[in-house]
């Protein structure tokens, strides 16, 4: 007599759980610098008003053109780690689509339909994305949010 065959957790599958590590990994990261993302662009609203309050007293700057030159090579320097900050944001978020991507096709593999795939991604966006994680900018997180879905049903239809 045969015993009826042992059904396991498609979640549980090692290819479905390290995708779901790499996705859950990618997702800090980019949480991590969209938060200097956030902070560039405070610093350039910030820098915009401080130019125009400089534009308006002009001359009180040849008083302390010094310190003002000492001032713009710490905003520079401090613009250019900003801006090194986004591009490794960039880099995240298209790893965030890659890992996103791997996860939808190992669901697919076994069997989940497009609806239990799009939930199993939406739980794990809302597992990473968790006060324990770090903050993303809620702006960010908003889109981040939108473009994973977007992946998640762009990848289950991929052909395979």
Same mark, same amino acid.
């Given at each position: 007599m045969s015993s009826a065959p042992e059904w396991s957790n498609p979640l549980d599958a090692?290819?479905?759980v390290a995708a779901c590590s790499r996705l859950d990994?990618?997702?800090s990261?980019?949480?991590r610098h969209a938060v200097m993302s956030e902070r560039y662009r405070r610093s350039m609203e910030r820098f915009n008003?401080?130019?125009?309050?400089? $534009?308006?007293?002009?001359?009180?700057?040849?008083?302390t053109r010094a310190t003002v030159?000492?001032?713009?090579?710490?905003?520079? $320097?401090?613009?250019?780690r900003m801006r090194v900050a986004r591009v490794a944001m960039a880099e995240h978020r298209a790893s965030i689509e890659s890992c996103v991507r791997d996860y939808v096709h190992a669901l697919r593999d076994e069997g989940l339909t497009?609806?239990?795939v799009l939930v199993a991604v939406k739980g794990r966006l809302t597992h990473a994305v968790t006060e324990e994680a770090p903050d993303a900018p809620v702006f960010e997180a908003q889109r981040l949010a939108?473009?994973?879905?977007?992946?998640?049903?762009?990848a289950y239809y991929d052909a395979a």
């Amino acid at each position: 007599m045969s015993s009826a065959p042992e059904w396991s957790n498609p979640l549980d599958a090692d290819r479905v759980v390290a995708a779901c590590s790499r996705l859950d990994q990618s997702i800090s990261g980019y949480n991590r610098h969209a938060v200097m993302s956030e902070r560039y662009r405070r610093s350039m609203e910030r820098f915009n008003q401080a130019q125009s309050r400089f $534009e308006s007293v002009r001359w009180m700057v040849e008083e302390t053109r010094a310190t003002v030159g000492a001032q713009q090579a710490a905003r520079a $320097e401090t613009l250019e780690r900003m801006r090194v900050a986004r591009v490794a944001m960039a880099e995240h978020r298209a790893s965030i689509e890659s890992c996103v991507r791997d996860y939808v096709h190992a669901l697919r593999d076994e069997g989940l339909t497009p609806e239990k795939v799009l939930v199993a991604v939406k739980g794990r966006l809302t597992h990473a994305v968790t006060e324990e994680a770090p903050d993303a900018p809620v702006f960010e997180a908003q889109r981040l949010a939108v473009d994973v879905l977007t992946w998640t049903i762009d990848a289950y239809y991929d052909a395979a």
